[in-house]
């Protein structure tokens, strides 16, 4: 136990600082509880904002504006010439960006009262989490309740060794100094597709391999369909059912061991440089979770009940190193939920109506369920559609690939999945998460009035289009 100073002791102590976390620390101070958060990296913010969602957005932002600078502007009678890439500068944004975010995390901090702990957190007793500084030096904090918020790592590939020059996670991918000849992407997930896209609007030639037969899996198919059409039309290459088997870096590039997944002749492939982007695992190591009895499941994750209580009294864990989507949204909901409840509130989190977003071009969203996901359940469900080429906004934007896609309940309409692959989908699906969790059903969607022209009228089209009463088309 703790030497008993009170500067040690806390109602709460979360362990890391991602999004998970630093939110769930900010409403528990808000609740009133002393609360203090254990971050062994320098800055705040975790995955999402240093090396994930923030400086990846930064970057598909400006690749895209490059994108359209060199080619998409003609059409709307801009003529640039000359148009030239500084990466530099580019990382610099980025760069900035995270910087200034990570920053304001320090101030809502300081501004709520949370202590923030430099240092790798472990539970070594019941109440207890032990802090061990850069410098070495061990601070112990008595805690009442004790959250694991310590997110996720990339996944290995056994026999492809990330050295993040030339075989690169997605962190090194974020990074790179220059544009690669050759990029090979192995994994056609959300990462591979979001950072690909990146190197080949910047001009890489990029291939992805993936080892299912289709891309994002989880995805509803039709889309993913879609999706891979059209990043193809951008200059995508895909060896699907294509399995790594091994990789030789030199300091010219990479050699890729491929074979097909069901069986045949193996092949070579050549490249600059390598992203490994075939997921990610719970992080655990070092936290003293076995010690302290916190189960895990097969897939190393801690186990949780409904109110993320492990089954070690006091403990409790969210975000990425629990189950459901890796997704920085997710834990914050968790991270306010977590809180409330340790407060003696009674929060819920509706896994139902998570969004999931890939901010490619066109992006693609999606809440609820898929068209295959309602078949295997044996659910009767009615699906409208509505593609961008006959939206008025979406044609006067030259932005007319994609469509939407409503799927309801065929007895009650009950909405229950959205899919929609399109420009600003990420920002389109904002009205269907906010359906499905009010239980409306397609017909509400109809019914209510939206704004045109606007690319959200896809959406409405597309909940007549269930009743197979579209108006334009
Ligand atoms: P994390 O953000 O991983 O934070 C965990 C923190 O715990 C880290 O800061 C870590 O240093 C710290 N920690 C770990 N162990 C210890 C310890 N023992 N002691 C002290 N500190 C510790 N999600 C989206 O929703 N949208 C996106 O656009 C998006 N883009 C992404 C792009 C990339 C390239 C990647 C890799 C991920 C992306 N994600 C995105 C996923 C998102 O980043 C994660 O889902 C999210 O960060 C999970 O939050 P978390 O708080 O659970 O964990
Ligand atoms: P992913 O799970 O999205 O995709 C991994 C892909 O790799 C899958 O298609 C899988 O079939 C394939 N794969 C697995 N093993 C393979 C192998 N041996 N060879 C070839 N392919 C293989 O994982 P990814 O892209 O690494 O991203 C991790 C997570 O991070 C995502 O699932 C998501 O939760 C989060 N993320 C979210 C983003 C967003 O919200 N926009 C952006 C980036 C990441």
């Not at 900035?96 to 809502?108: A, I």
Request: aromatic share 4%; glycine share 12%.
């Amino acid at each position: 136990m703790s030497d008993g100073a009170s500067e040690n002791r806390f109602d709460v102590v979360i362990i890391g600082a991602g999004p998970g976390g630093y939110v769930a620390a900010i409403r528990a101070a808000q609740l009133g509880l002393r609360t203090a958060c254990v971050e062994k990296d320098p800055t705040l913010g975790g995955t999402c904002l240093n090396i994930g969602c923030i400086p990846s957005k930064a970057l598909l932002h400006a690749s895209e504006e490059y994108a359209r600078a060199g080619k998409g502007f003609a059409a709307h009678g801009i003529k640039l010439d000359g148009v030239t890439l500084d990466l530099p500068a580019m990382m610099a944004h980025k760069d900035k960006v995270v910087g200034d975010l990570t920053k304001g995390v320090e101030h809502l901090f300081k501004k709520n009262d949370v202590a923030h702990i430099r240092g790798v957190g472990a539970i070594t007793a019941k109440g207890e989490v032990s802090v061990r500084a850069a410098d070495g030096a061990t601070r112990v904090l008595a805690a009442k309740a004790i959250v694991i918020a310590t997110g996720s790592a990339s996944t290995p590939l056994p026999g492809v060794a990330v050295d993040e020059q030339r075989i690169v996670s997605s962190t090194g991918a974020l990074a790179l100094a220059a544009v690669p000849k050759h990029l090979a992407v192995i994994g056609a997930g959300y990462i591979g597709l979001e950072l690909g896209s990146v190197w080949r609007r910047l001009g890489a030639e990029v291939t992805v391999i993936e080892f299912l037969d289709r891309i994002v899996p989880g995805m509803d198919g039709e889309i993913a369909k879609q999706f891979q059409r059209l990043l193809k039309r951008q200059g995508f290459k895909f060896k699907l059912g294509t399995k790594v088997t091994g990789a030789s870096a030199t300091s010219e590039g990479v050699s890729l061991a491929l074979a097909p997944v069901a069986g045949g002749e193996a092949a070579t492939l050549e490249a600059d440089v390598v992203l490994v982007a075939v997921g990610r695992r719970p992080h655990v190591e070092g936290l003293g979770l076995e010690a302290a009895g916190v189960a895990l499941d097969e897939a190393g994750r801690v186990v949780v009940d409904d109110e993320f209580r492990t089954n070690v009294d006091g403990i409790f864990a969210i975000g990425d190193v629990i189950r459901g989507p890796m997704l920085a949204h997710k834990a914050e909901d968790e991270g306010i939920a977590v809180a409330e409840l340790i407060a003696g509130e009674k929060p819920h989190v509706n896994y139902d109506a998570i969004p999931g977003v890939i901010y490619t071009a066109p992006e693609v969203a999606a809440v609820g369920k898929t068209e295959e996901q309602l078949k295997e359940a044996g659910i009767d469900y009615r699906a409208g559609a509505f593609p961008f080429l006959a939206n008025g906004r979406a044609r006067a934007m030259s932005a007319a690939d994609g469509f939407v896609k409503i799927l309801a309940d065929a007895k009650t309409d009950r909405v229950l999945g959205v899919h929609i692959i399109g420009a600003d989908a990420g920002t389109l699906i904002a009205e269907a998460v906010l359906a499905i969790e009010l239980g409306a059903s397609a017909e509400d969607l109809a019914r209510t009035c939206h704004a045109h022209p606007s690319l959200n009228e896809a959406v409405k089209e597309a909940a007549l289009a269930v009743a197979e009463r579209a108006i334009h088309i």
